[in-house]
Nanobody, 114 residues
Framework: QVQLVESGGGLVQPGGSLRLSCVAS????????MGWYRQAPGKQRELVGI??????TYADSVKGRFTISRDNAKNTLYLQMNNLKPEDTAAYYC?????????WGQGTQVTVSS
């Protein structure tokens, strides 16, 4: 298993940007798909984007606005979020699937409001 710790959430105005970080307790990028999910109040958790083996896939709702990247030396996964909209308001979670087991971070809240 792996421990994941997210950070970087906060309050931002519509049209603004935030960058979320997810630090993994060990190096797993080459052996495990990693992704970002989000959950708004009263809604199910949904996939934002997932990356593995040089390929990254995004939900239609965030394509062109969000970008997943990583720093292998720091065991850190990032989510750059631009042109944020009120409907992006949610708790954002980092995920790793290692040996068919899911690991989740504690989540970081993103609120988009004027």
């Amino acid at each position: 298993q792996v421990q994941l710790v997210e950070s970087g959430g906060g309050l931002v105005q519509p049209g603004g940007s935030l960058r979320l970080s997810c630090v993994a307790s060990r190096s797993i990028f080459s052996i495990a798909p990693m992704g970002w999910y989000r959950q708004a109040p009263g809604k199910q958790r949904e996939l934002v984007g997932i990356t593995f083996g040089g390929s990254t896939t995004y939900a239609d709702s965030v394509k062109g606005r969000f970008t997943i990247s990583r720093d292998n030396a720091k065991n850190t996964l990032y989510l750059q979020m631009n042109n944020l909209k009120p409907e992006d308001t949610a708790a954002y979670y980092c995920n790793a699937r290692l040996n068919n087991l899911d690991s989740w971070g504690q989540g970081t809240q993103v609120t988009v409001s004027s």
